[in-house]
């Protein structure tokens, strides 16, 4: 269904939550122009309806826009997922006629202050702001993103009227997912369970008053659940992520794996690495389970969770997601939101390139 592709690590923001793996490459081991134009293609042929551009930060890439003609070009749906802060009237006119279908802009906040506090820039509340107006103006359609998490989930109110105020026809509600940076952060980042409640109130409400109005996307975060989400709507079953080098993998956070080779763009035809390449294989389906997942009546729905969060909060990623209360480790998680109600730091670590931190969670 959709081709996630990351063209860069590089960004001028350092949110403390990124998806983005805590090795962050550089720009010199980036796909050079020729080859992600050959992938498009390949995808393509492959079926696939939707590409999704991030980074990082995509725009830092000069040939974006000559991706984005050439994904139009073969028929796939684009959408540009990005913070705003390097797009002005020009940039998005070059991409406008690409022929951009979507783009996704990203919000720490909605109180400035706190905004780039979170982020970790300066001045980007305001090149937001101003890049929304831009979309709006120019007739896409836009989809404002707020991750939310203990440190500015009370301004929730005030992001849903935010979306309203720019126009956006869809807001996405995200809790952090704490794998990579997110976990590296947890104890600052992991809500009370009061919040979350107030969050979902909120959230439900406000979709009852705005209905036929604006769409609000929720995620619920994986602590509190009692059943897990599908990640990725399950491994290589929706969705195919290329990383800045070309690796392709069944979701972001993949790499985490050990002993796994992922395939690499640069060597393999994207249809043989969806169809064949035993990473991809690897759970794929409901083969590779074992109990309680094997004989549970929701192993279709949720495909076991998520392999990388298993493997991070349990050490094995075949372990049934820690985040299911049928898991044996559903433990850890408990545990974690009673760190984190006791933590008192608020100081992040920041997502920089090259400073790789120890994972204290
Ligand atoms: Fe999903 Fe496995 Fe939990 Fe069943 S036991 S709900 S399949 S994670
Ligand atoms: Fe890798 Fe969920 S992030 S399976």
Same mark, same amino acid.
């Given at each position: ?6 063209l ?29 134009l ?5 995808a393509a ?13 995509p ?8 991706l984005v ?10 959408n ?5 802060v ?18 996704q802009?990203s ?41 939310i998490h203990?440190?500015?989930m009370?301004?929730?109110?005030a ?11 869809r ?22 369970r ?6 979902t &109130? =909120?959230?439900?409400? @406000?979709?009852?008053?705005?209905? #036929? /109005?604006?769409? $609000?996307?929720y995620? %619920?975060?994986?602590?509190? &659940? =009692?059943?897990?989400? @599908?990640?990725?709507?399950?491994? #290589? /079953?929706?969705? $195919?992520?290329?990383? %800045?080098?070309?690796?392709?993998l069944?979701?972001?956070? @993949?790499?985490?794996?050990p ?8 060597d393999e ?9 035993p ?5 794929r ?14 192993r ?24 299911c209360a ?17 933590a008192t730091?608020s ?15």
């Amino acid at each position: 269904m959709g081709l996630l592709v990351e063209l860069t690590h590089r960004c001028p923001l350092q949110c403390p939550y990124c998806s983005n793996p805590l090795e962050l490459l550089r720009a010199h081991e980036e796909l050079d122009t020729e080859t992600w134009l050959r992938v498009l293609d390949e995808a393509a042929a492959l079926g696939v309806l939707q590409v999704h551009f991030s980074g990082g930060e995509p725009t830092v890439r000069h040939d974006l826009a000559a991706l984005v003609r050439r994904s139009a070009e073969r028929g796939l749906y684009t959408n540009l997922i990005t913070s705003g802060v390097l797009l002005d009237e020009d940039r998005l006119a070059e991409l406008v006629a690409a022929g951009l279908d979507h783009v996704q802009l990203s919000f720490q906040d909605v109180e400035e202050a706190n905004a780039e506090r979170i982020g970790g820039m300066p001045g980007a509340q305001a090149k937001k702001l101003a890049a929304a107006a831009l979309v709006r103006r120019a007739g896409l359609a836009l989809t404002l993103n707020f991750v939310i998490h203990r440190q500015n989930m009370e301004h929730l109110p005030a992001m849903i009227a935010l979306g309203l105020e720019l126009g956006a026809e869809r807001i996405e509600v995200a809790h952090v997912q704490y794998y990579g940076w997110g976990l590296v952060n947890r104890d600052r980042l992991l809500p009370s369970r009061d919040q979350l409640e107030a969050a979902t &109130a =909120e959230v439900e409400a @406000a979709r009852r008053r705005l209905k #036929g /109005r604006m769409v $609000i996307d929720y995620v %619920p975060p994986d602590y509190y &659940a =009692e059943r897990p989400k @599908a990640c990725m709507g399950g491994w #290589g /079953r929706r969705f $195919i992520n290329i990383t %800045p080098a070309g690796k392709a993998l069944p979701c972001h956070a @993949a790499e985490t794996l050990p002993g796994v080779a992922f395939p690499s763009v640069r060597d393999e035809p994207l249809a043989e690495i969806w169809r064949s390449a035993p990473a991809f294989e690897l759970y794929r389906g409901t083969q590779w389970m074992a109990e309680p997942c094997r004989s549970c009546d929701r192993r279709e729905i949720d495909w076991g969770g998520c392999r990388c969060q298993a493997l991070a909060l349990t050490g094995d990623a075949g372990n049934t997601d820690p985040a299911c209360a049928l898991s044996p480790h559903h433990q850890v998680l408990l545990a974690a939101i009673g760190d984190a109600d006791r933590a008192t730091r608020s100081d992040f670590v920041y997502r920089r390139i090259g400073a790789r931190p120890t994972v204290e969670a």
